[in-house]
């Protein structure tokens, strides 16, 4: 379908990646190949992975253009359960704040498993 390029910056990609249970969907205009991940990118779902290895869901995508500065992350864990929005987003913010010192900007989307 799509070819995959490693000269397509962040902003050029309108990809949603989704890892549930092993599975991986990836979808969009655009589809980066997974083997290209920013190490940005893997780092921080490293740590996202120690923090809430519950994590039913986890997808980190460099949103910066290319400098590694800006990051959009959705994950839903069980560990959210019963705190309101902000405490779920301070937890985040918690896990990533050695990673956070060196960014411009971080989006964060946490939700509980429907179950």
Request: proline letters at 2%.
């Amino acid at each position: 379908m799509f070819s995959c390029n490693r000269s397509l910056t962040s902003t050029m990609i309108s990809a949603l990646r989704v890892i549930r249970s092993n599975r991986v969907i990836v979808s969009g205009q655009l589809q980066r190949c997974l083997s290209t991940q920013t190490d940005g990118e893997v780092r921080i779902a490293k740590i996202l992975k120690e923090k809430f290895p519950s994590a039913s869901s986890l997808k980190v995508v460099d949103i910066s253009g290319g400098c590694g500065a800006m990051y959009e992350i959705h994950i839903e864990s069980s560990e959210f359960k019963g705190k309101r929005t902000v405490q779920q987003h301070q937890l985040v913010n918690q896990a990533l704040k050695d990673e956070i010192q060196g960014m411009h900007g971080l989006r964060i989307f946490t939700e509980v498993p429907k179950q």
